[in-house]
Each structure stands twice: as structure tokens, then as C-alpha cells.
């Protein structure tokens, strides 16, 4: 099956720093990445569509300043959390998708992010 | 917008039936989905209905009403390591694009 790889699975970094996640489709070619956060005890709350090419189409609510999300390839997207506070502390979880009218959505394994 | 709803968590007994329901309420419907989710890790597909009626896959089945917004993961034969969050997630068509939206999650609790 599609594979998608996250980079790193955790990082903890200082309050006011910026750190970049990155997802990767090993085998396929993503059209469409997906970005989701998940806190303790709760579901995946989905933070932005990113299309190749364009720019990323963000959910209400969340700051597209301090959640940069680039899609420079078709194998490669980043999430840059900026100036990061301790309340960005979350599960960062990506997913792509191979055609835009497929169904199918592959899930990375995700990145524990905390903020001190 | 979306409103999909979960149990938050549940209990079961090794070897008995569960029933987790979902119910949603959206626009542009075009299919609902059931993940399984351990703890810290990234969700993992289970099935994905599209069409009215029941969907067989070895010991878990899914089942969707369009009408009513409604849908249900059955999971026969439990085994310890069912013990899992269990996602309901529905695909949207929100302004030409396709994407998907979770519910919030029953968290699955399964005992010898």
C-alpha cells in the first residue's frame, strides 16, 4: 500500500521558536496533502488543504501566519509552526491523497510536537 | 459546516459483538469512512461506505443510512487488541474540493 513518511515523529522545542514538520509520499504522487492536529483525548481536527502548486487552503480558525504549509512537490509538503507557543503543543498528523477524486487517503505516523 | 457524532468511549468483553454508532449531519456528502486509532499513533483505514447497506470485512462491518445521517462499525469476535479509538470521518465536498472531516471519536475498551 501507499506509504507516507513524517520527519521528525518528535520534537521539543523552546516558546517563540519556529520548528518545520515535513510529509513525504514515498511512493506516490500526492496531489493533495492534508494537515491535522489531534490534542490528548480527542479527534483529528483537520488545519489545512494544500494542492501542489498553490497555496494551502486553511480551516476556520486556524492562522495561516503561524501555520505556514508549503507544497513544493508533489512528494513533499511542510508545516511550519511559527513563534510557538506551549498551547501548540499537539499531534501533528499528515495525510495525501493521489487524485483529487480518489477516495483513498494515506495517513503519516504523525509528530509529537511540544513546546516548553 | 459538519456535526458528526460519537460515543466517547465504550467497554466491551473479549470475544463478545460492539456496535459503535456515528451520526452526521453535512453538506456535499460522498462517503463516510471508520479508522481505528492507538494511542500516538496515525489512523488506519478500516472501511468506507458510499451507498446505503452493510459492507462485510472479515470481523469488522460498517454500515451506512444516507437518510438518515447515520452510521454504525461492527466489530464481532473482540480481541484485547481491538482496544482502540475507533474514528468516524465523513467525506465532504466543501466548494469543489473533497475533504475529510472526523467525528470525535469512541474510545474502545475491550476486558478479558
Known amino acids: 500500500g501507499a506509504v507516507v513518511s513524517q520527519h521528525p515523529s518528535r520534537v521539543i522545542c523552546k516558546s517563540g521558536t519556529s520548528v518545520k514538520i515535513e510529509c513525504r509520499s514515498l511512493?506516490?504522487?500526492?496531489?493533495?496533502m492534508f494537515w491535522y492536529r489531534q490534542f490528548p483525548k480527542q479527534s483529528l481536527m483537520l488545519m489545512a488543504t494544500s494542492n501542489e502548486g498553490s497555496k494551502a487552503t486553511y480551516e476556520q480558525g486556524v492562522e495561516k501566519d503561524k501555520f505556514l504549509i508549503n507544497h513544493a512537490s508533489l512528494t513533499l509538503s511542510t508545516l511550519t509552526v511559527t513563534s510557538a507557543h506551549p498551547e501548540d503543543s499537539s499531534f501533528y498528523i499528515c495525510?495525501?491523497?493521489?487524485?483529487?477524486?480518489?477516495?483513498?487517503?494515506?495517513f503519516g505516523p504523525g509528530t509529537r510536537l511540544t513546546v516548553t | 459546516g459538519q456535526n458528526i457524532d460519537q460515543p466517547t468511549e465504550m467497554t466491551a468483553t473479549e470475544g463478545a459483538i460492539v456496535q459503535i454508532n456515528c451520526t452526521y449531519q453535512t453538506s456535499g456528502f460522498n462517503g463516510l469512512f471508520w479508522y481505528q486509532q492507538h494511542a500516538g499513533e496515525a489512523p488506519t483505514f478500516l472501511s468506507y461506505n458510499v451507498l446505503d447497506g452493510l459492507e462485510e470485512k472479515g470481523r469488522f462491518s460498517s454500515f451506512l443510512s444516507r437518510s438518515k445521517g447515520y452510521s454504525y462499525l461492527l466489530l464481532k469476535e473482540l480481541q484485547m487488541k481491538d482496544s482502540a479509538s475507533y474514528l468516524c470521518?465523513?467525506?465532504?465536498?466543501?466548494?469543489?474540493?473533497?475533504?475529510?472531516?472526523f467525528g470525535t471519536g469512541t474510545r474502545l475498551t475491550v476486558i478479558p
Open positions: 511512493d506516490f504522487q500526492a496531489t493533495t
Open positions: 470521518a465523513v467525506w465532504m465536498d466543501q466548494t469543489g474540493a473533497n475533504n475529510l472531516f
Open positions: 495525510s495525501a491523497r493521489e487524485r483529487r477524486t480518489s477516495y483513498e487517503q494515506y
